[in-house]
């Protein structure tokens, strides 16, 4: 099956409608004890994907984490409607280190999800 550019973007803005928060992991197999899920600041929460781009969906404002509770490397994130998470975990372009208190600063659109095609488009 093939979906127009249109029935894609409808898709994944469905389907992270009720993305809520940011949850962090230095590990990318579980959310970090050391760092809190982060809201998100924007309204709507996540930027829309676009007709010219519908498989990219990325966060809406910047924001800053709570203080980690202790020091943690964090390597991956993953959009949730709060403890459920709405994406996988996703790796980030670089290792982020956290010393107690450190915190993460995030500008507008820097996290985002990319919706792939796992399968080779229709010839």
């Known amino acids: 099956m093939s979906w127009t550019t249109a029935r894609m973007k409808i898709a994944q803005d469905e389907a992270l409608k009720t993305t809520t928060h940011v949850q962090w992991s ?10 809190a ?3 998100l600041a924007g309204d709507p929460k996540l930027n ?4 010219a781009n519908p ?3 990325s966060n809406n404002g910047a924001f800053e984490t709570a ?7 964090i390597t991956h994130f ?9 994406t996988t975990w996703i790796a980030l372009d670089e290792t982020v280190p956290l010393l107690e208190g450190g915190k993460i600063s995030v500008a ?5 999800v ?5 399968t080779d488009a229709p010839a």
């Open 26 to 35: 230095s590990d990318g197999l579980a959310e970090s004890g050391s760092l």
């Open 48 to 51: 829309a994907g676009s007709t």
């Open 114 to 118: 990319d919706m792939y095609q796992a």
């Open 37 to 39: 899920r982060t809201a």
């Open 78 to 86: 993953a959009f949730a409607a709060d403890a459920a998470l709405t």
């Open 55 to 57: 498989s990219v969906v």
């Open 67 to 73: 203080a980690a509770s202790a020091a943690v490397d």
């Open 108 to 112: 507008d659109t820097v996290l985002a």
